[in-house]
């Protein structure tokens, strides 16, 4: 059974850091695209950054460029968000999620679809507070 967990949310001041973790479990993700997507309240899902399988290609909205990095660790099947300089809008809740295919995604229309994941986790909390 594919399983993906995030962790690392909280509660953080403005102007702070987080780390977000997604532990993938169930099959191997080393050869796919994946991604981070956020929603908040009353807000539809959308896409915050994306990464491809051999990390050659990494995509990002454009009000987090800059200040959220994405990385994966094929080896611990691992996806990474490490979020610096928190603003009060980035609050949400934040799914990891996975493309089901190896098809190599070229555009970041490609990246940044919710079409294109299979496999999404649970969310983890971000709260940014003034």
């Known amino acids: 059974q594919v399983q993906l967990v995030e962790s690392g949310g909280g509660v953080v001041q403005t102007g702070g850091s987080l780390r977000l973790s997604c532990a993938a479990s169930g099959r191997t993700f080393s050869s796919v695209t994946m991604g981070w997507f956020r929603q908040a309240p009353g807000k539809e899902r959308e896409f915050v950054a994306a990464?491809?399988?051999?990390?050659?290609?990494?995509f990002y909205r454009d009000s987090v460029k800059g200040r959220f990095t994405i990385s994966r660790d094929n080896a611990e099947n691992t996806l990474y968000l490490q979020m610096n300089s928190l603003k009060l809008e980035d609050t949400a809740v934040y799914y990891c999620?996975?493309?089901?295919?190896?098809?190599?995604?070229?555009?970041?229309?490609?990246?940044?679809?919710?079409?294109?994941?299979?496999?999404w986790g649970q969310g983890t909390q971000v709260t940014v507070s003034s």
């Open positions: 990464i491809s399988w051999r990390s050659a290609n990494t």
């Open positions: 999620a996975a493309d089901g295919t190896s098809k190599y995604r070229q555009t970041y229309y490609a990246y940044s679809s919710v079409a294109t994941y299979d496999y």
